[in-house]
């Protein structure tokens, strides 16, 4: 079945470092991948999406390159911010729409 | 509504003890799907509703996990006889369009003690 595997947390890096979360993903077809990112005390947001191979999305300083050669949709941010503090979810949707979530990775921005 | 609304938002139940979670959709969002996450983990699927119809519901665990959507638009997850690993929090999200990300709501935590 599909699935995806993210880069074990806790993260955590000083502010104005680079970023990557590592993410990869076991599908049967061509799915829809997603970044959604969850704020302390806040419900799931949506970061960005990519549709189809090379894609890349974008947001909020955020990029990810959909990968079919690897498999891959890694999370990257040149500059991070404190404000940045959040748990990030890797994810898929193939067909029914339904997501298929990673198990989350906890980033940690220090001042 | 702005955004997809949950409620309660907190909920205690005593082992044995049936629950009801309602879910707001987005206002004219078709689609509208139930997650459970537990603590440290993402969210899996539980079920799936197009409009009135429940398309999928492979991921509820047991015949003890209900959903309904009996109108188009308000969803009601039930737990019938909790148990202790039934605690999570529970996702309601809803989405418009296939393959264009699905807004979700703060969740239902639930504690079965």
């Known amino acids: 079945g599909n699935s995806v595997t993210q880069m074990e947390g806790p993260v955590t890096l000083s502010e104005e470092a680079f970023l990557t979360i590592n993410c990869t993903y076991t599908?049967?077809?061509?799915?829809?991948l997603f970044w959604y990112v969850q704020y302390p005390g806040e419900g799931l947001q949506l970061l960005l999406k990519?549709?189809?191979?090379?894609d890349k999305g974008s947001n909020k300083g955020f990029e990810a390159t959909y990968r079919k050669e690897t498999t891959s949709f890694h999370l990257e941010k040149g500059s991070v911010q404190v404000s940045d503090s959040a748990v990030y979810f890797c994810a898929l949707s193939e067909g029914a729409q339904k997501l298929v979530f990673g198990q989350g990775t906890r980033l940690t921005i220090n001042p | 509504g702005a955004g997809v609304s949950q409620s309660p938002r907190y909920k205690v139940a005593k082992r044995g003890q049936d629950v009801a979670l309602r879910c707001d959709p987005i206002s004219g969002h078709v689609s509208l799907f139930w997650y459970q996450q537990a603590l440290g983990q993402g969210p899996e699927f539980l079920t799936y509703f197009q409009n009135e119809a429940q398309l999928d519901k492979s991921g509820l665990p047991s015949d003890r996990f209900f959903a309904e959507r009996p109108e188009g638009s308000v969803s009601t997850l039930k737990i019938q006889r909790t148990q202790q690993e039934d605690s999570a929090v529970y996702l309601c999200?809803?989405?418009?369009?296939?393959?264009?990300?699905?807004?979700f709501g703060q969740g239902t935590r639930l504690t079965v003690v």
């Open positions: 999200a809803s989405s418009s369009r296939t393959g264009k990300g699905a807004f």
């Open positions: 599908a049967t077809g061509y799915p829809s």
């Open positions: 990519a549709t189809k191979a090379d």
